[in-house]
């Protein structure tokens, strides 16, 4: 047999490949809102035939022309500017009427101006300091090893090392940076940063410094009887000290950190007709585009150059299959919409503890979509019902049939989890296995590691943390 040999293998496959279309429609369906925007603002820009009657969030400017009389004079010079269409083609960015808008908006967003962070303020409050010049310098290491919550994460050593200078010179200046506003930045850990609030306000009392020295984590844990003894004093005195405690701020970078509105707009909207639920979407919600007449006029006209004929009809299809994407997603949503209003009209009428189980793959089933097609639809959403609003991935949930064959959402399950411990005794509070016991003295039949988890997952402490001590 020859050492070297070549075989032709011929086999037989099939293989789903997803065209432009269906690409470019997933990818409209999976963006947010905001996303979204920006887009359909760049395919504007880049394509002529492409306009809009949507409000991109820029102040109106009025535009309108002055009231004249139209005569043949005016009509002569519009069908001259008609003709000279032709000699612009290809056609450059100025003729689509997004162009100006996203210059207006480019121009409002750059002119904006952002609120000095954390650091920007420690240096202008260090230039008011009358500091030697080597102590200024090490301040400005100091201030650059501060993150946003108020925390130097450098050690004392390593700045040393950086600067060159003596650690008793890097002390001195991290006081100099601790005496600056918000009280208690520039702190190393929880301790020294309620310290140095206390400090300021002159109210570090010799209890709250034995606590601050050796016994957070005994309050962390709500040891606070035990506490109590081995400070000697009495449990009211410890809460009163407490008390205190909590009057601070442990992030204390936070109380200058730029804040920034999370903007949540709605697609959908789920409201009541007559005695049903409809699903419809929000009044401007979404860009709504067409094909500019202008150059669908051009396109009939006879002597156009083949040239410039061809550039429309590319730039003309382009429009069309994003028209057709922007319209399938706008309808994929509605429809996901309509499902969770015929699902969840409990939900709709009496709040969250109502809400039923629902799977992205039912919605799936029902809509005749993959699984993935509803996640990327649902994927930072919102919908507006007269409950407020939610995300849309909030109604997917797995759950429970209670003892009566009704069924309950984990979500509703947690809330009436909440519920309980609302009503309980803070000085005797329910263990999960008390709450499993009443959630199922209700018709819900809950294990108690199932209580566990779903206490953890709303954030409630267990009951030991939650004991008060009197």
Wanted: charged letters at 30%; aromatic letters at 4%.
């Amino acid at each position: 047999m020859p050492e070297h040999q070549q075989i032709l293998d011929t086999s037989l496959r099939q293989e789903q490949q997803l065209s432009v279309r269906q690409l470019q429609s997933l990818e409209l369906l999976h963006l947010p809102l905001l996303e979204l925007e920006e887009k359909l603002l760049t395919a504007m820009e880049n394509n002529p035939l492409l306009e809009s009657e949507y409000d991109w969030g820029i102040p109106e400017v009025d535009s309108t022309p002055n009231p004249t009389q139209e005569d043949e004079s005016t009509l002569d010079a519009e069908a001259a500017e008609s003709d000279e269409w032709c000699d612009d083609l290809p056609l450059p960015t100025e003729y689509s009427d997004s162009s100006d808008a996203a210059d207006k908006r480019d121009f409002l967003i750059n002119s904006l101006s952002d609120a000095p962070g954390l650091q920007e303020q420690l240096q202008l409050e260090l230039a008011t300091l009358n500091l030697p010049e080597n102590l200024r310098r090490i301040a400005d290491d100091i201030i650059g090893g501060i993150d946003d919550s108020g925390y130097l994460r450098s050690t004392v050593a390593d700045i040393s090392m950086s600067t060159g200078e003596s650690v008793n010179s890097v002390e001195e200046a991290l006081k100099a940076v601790q005496s600056l506003d918000p009280p208690g930045v520039g702190c190393r850990d929880l301790a020294e940063c309620l310290r140095l609030q206390l400090e300021r306000k002159h109210a570090l009392t010799p209890i709250l410094a034995k606590i601050l020295d050796s016994h957070l984590d005994e309050i962390a844990k709500n040891h606070l009887p035990q506490l109590a003894r081995t400070l000697k004093i009495s449990l009211n005195e410890l809460n009163s000290a407490i008390l205190e405690l909590r009057k601070l701020a442990p992030f204390p970078g936070t109380a200058l950190a730029p804040e920034h509105a999370d903007f949540i707009v709605p697609e959908v909207e789920i409201v009541k007709s007559g005695d049903t639920y409809e699903a419809r979407s929000c009044k401007n919600s979404a860009p709504r585009l067409f094909l500019a007449e202008r150059y669908l006029k051009l396109l009939e006209t006879p002597n156009l150059p083949p040239e410039d004929r061809a550039y429309l009809k590319e730039k003309l299809q382009q429009a069309r299959d994003l028209m057709r994407a922007l319209e399938l997603r706008k309808s994929t949503i509605v429809r996901i919409a309509e499902i969770i209003a015929k699902t969840q009209r409990d939900f709709l009428e009496q709040g969250v503890e109502y809400l039923r189980p629902l799977t992205m793959r039912q919605i799936g089933e029902e809509l005749n979509l993959h699984e993935t097609t509803i996640s990327r639809a649902v994927a930072n959403k919102y919908v507006l019902t007269g409950q407020g609003i939610f995300p849309l991935k909030f109604f997917f949930n797995a759950g429970f049939t209670v003892e009566n064959g009704a069924e309950l959402s984990n979500r509703a399950i947690m809330e009436k989890i909440r519920e309980l411990i609302q009503k309980e005794s803070p000085v005797k509070p329910l263990s999960d296995e008390q709450l499993a016991k009443q959630l199922k003295s209700i018709g819900i039949p809950v294990a108690r590691r199932t209580v566990a988890k779903y206490r953890e997952a709303i954030g409630i402490p267990s009951s030991n943390l939650r004991r008060q001590h009197s």
